[in-house]
């Protein structure tokens, strides 16, 4: 079965604008002059689409419905303008055609969490009020039927401001915190007995008096099946078989702390297949300084942190190598790119989390090469003019472009006499590898072959399998194409949960005398590597990469 994908348009629709700016450090689109709501969370589906909702306590957004979802329709009357149910607070955004389109939310996912199963359902969870024991699941299609669905199960324990990690089979997932809440627990439950477990680790770094500090624990699957959790200063290897530590991690150096509210942000390292991915390393960024949430209540807003921390997490010696960005950073996002670098983008240069935190919006984002040396591993890129705060979030595209959105410290949606407005415009930050200039390195007309079943969702790639990847390249091609797989992830309040790059490996390649390439390529070998489902597949010449291609991993 041959699966192809050729070049998107770069077309938009009425609302988009032309590239505000072009240089090597990337460029600016802004698509839409509103979202209808704040893409405080956000997701991308193997359809193309990407979910953003905000939180229906925000009382009217900026996307009015003609009809509430129950059918009656809503007037001009004084009544009906201040009905809540007359407002969406969740969209589809199409990547394709640049719209938008209303989704329908049962309660309040204000500071939830998400995972995409197998199948590429995203599973959203927790949430605020009679939501933060929630369990919502969204089934992308290609038309615009699918909706969010509440299911009738609920957590054991409310999850507000906790994470969710995907774990390897059967499609079960473990949601870890929440505030004043120090537990886990599994998504589905075993039996019927099971209830939540408690964690003594998130007691121990929980910081009462300023907020938390530990909420959304940063979690990352390790390539042995264990979950690695960093929560405020602090990380620990944890067994979820057998519920216990394994091992504890030395401090990461330096004052302030990580985790929501003081919001630095945290991804693993690709993987690579040079070492059977067994090398695992974590890379943590930013922060608030200490004391910085309760300076913030009173008007005061300290610098944020520069340092960023790395460490392999596998093997025996596990030492923090630090750094600094170019510049203080919080509220920030993350996102691996199909390069394998490490983009920073959104944020603020100091203050915390909150209503109203923070101060001096980070406008430029910061490129981070893993695999460069020591000291001249950033670049700062082109600077956007529009302030990404809190509630703020970005996701990368097929297309290798990467989508921004949100932006809004404040209750209730306000766009006057305030510092920084509730932000509705939807951008593109365009890397510099997407330049025209690049196009003849670029490899295009990307397809596979594999055994599969008819459909469009029936194919599969067992694990370890080889996969045939087709490809144009006009030129000769160098000597440094690689072979990626990438994890889309749920974002929200700087962190992408469930995010991660994978480096496959070549086993052959062969060109024709016409520019077409031929390559086998190696599956991942494991679940643990790479938890099953729906991952990006892109071919990368000398940095320079493709549109990306859906492939699908599941159990042989």
């Known amino acids: 079965m041959i699966f192809i994908l050729f070049w998107l348009s770069f077309g938009f629709g009425d609302g988009a604008i032309r590239a ?82 209303p989704l329908k939310l049962d309660s309040d996912p204000w500071c939830s969490s998400g995972s995409f199963l197998s199948n590429g359902t ?26 969010w669905i509440q299911t009738k199960k609920t957590l054991s324990d409310r999850r507000w401001y906790g994470s969710t990690q995907i774990l390897p089979g059967h499609d079960r997932a473990v949601v870890v915190g929440g505030r004043g809440v120090f537990t886990y627990e599994f998504i589905p439950k075993r039996d019927l007995g099971e209830k939540s477990f408690a964690l003594p680790f998130l007691h121990q770094t929980h910081d009462r008096k300023s907020g938390g500090n530990n909420l959304y624990p940063f979690l990352h699957l390790s390539s042995d099946g264990n979950l690695f959790i960093f929560a405020n200063r602090d990380s620990i290897l944890y ?84 750094e600094n960005m170019p510049g203080p950073r919080l509220l920030h996002d993350m996102l691996i790119l199909p390069t394998g670098q490490i983009l920073i983008i959104n944020g603020a240069k100091s203050g915390s989390a909150g209503y109203d935190g923070a101060r001096n919006a980070s406008l430029q984002p910061y490129l981070y090469g893993p695999r460069r040396r020591f000291g001249r591993r950033f670049t700062v890129l082109s600077s956007t003019k529009i302030a990404r705060m809190y509630h703020s979030s970005a996701t990368l595209l097929p297309d290798g472009r990467v989508l921004v959105a949100g932006g809004n410290p404040h209750s209730k949606y306000t766009f006057q006499n305030v510092a920084y407005p509730t932000e509705l415009r939807l951008q593109a930050f365009v890397p510099n590898y997407m330049h025209r200039r690049y196009h003849q390195w670029r490899p295009r007309n990307v397809s596979i072959a594999y055994g599969g079943g008819d459909g469009d969702e029936s194919y599969e790639i067992g694990y370890g399998k080889q996969i045939s990847v087709r490809f144009f390249l006009g030129r000769r091609p160098s000597k440094e194409i690689e072979f990626s797989v990438y994890s889309p992830p749920f974002t929200t309040h700087s962190f992408s949960m469930n995010q991660r790059l994978l480096k496959l490996r070549c086993v052959t390649m062969e060109k024709n005398e016409t520019g077409w390439i031929t390559a086998v390529v190696e599956a991942p070998p494991s679940p643990n590597v790479a938890p099953s489902g729906y991952y990006m597949l892109t071919v990368v010449n000398s940095g320079i990469p493709s549109v990306s291609l859906w492939v699908r991993f599941i159990h042989a």
């Open 20 to 101: 505000i700016s072009s240089n090597r450090g990337g460029e600016w689109q802004l698509l839409l002059n509103s979202s209808g709501v704040v893409g405080m969370h956000m997701a991308l589906t193997h359809h193309n689409t990407v979910v953003m909702f905000d939180q229906t306590g925000a009382g009217r957004s900026d996307y009015r419905l003609r009809r509430r979802f129950h059918g009656r329709k809503c007037t001009g009357s004084r009544d009906d303008l201040l009905d809540s149910t007359c407002y969406a607070h969740s969209v589809e955004y199409h990547i394709s055609g640049n719209t938008v389109r």
């Open 122 to 147: 995203l599973l959203q969870v927790g949430g605020y009020g009679g939501g933060a024991k929630r369990i919502r699941v969204f089934r992308p299609c290609r038309g615009d039927q699918c909706d």
């Open 239 to 322: 067994n979820l078989r057998r519920h216990r530590v394994i091992k504890t991690f030395p401090r990461i150096p330096g004052d302030g702390s990580r985790n929501y509210p003081s919001s630095g942000s945290s991804v693993i390292l690709p993987l690579h297949h040079t070492d059977h991915f067994q090398k695992v390393e974590v890379l943590i960024c930013g922060g608030a300084a200490s004391g910085a949430y309760r300076a913030a209540n009173d008007g005061r807003f300290f610098t944020g942190l520069r340092s960023c921390g790395r460490m392999v997490i596998t093997g025996n010696k596990h030492v923090w190598e630090m």
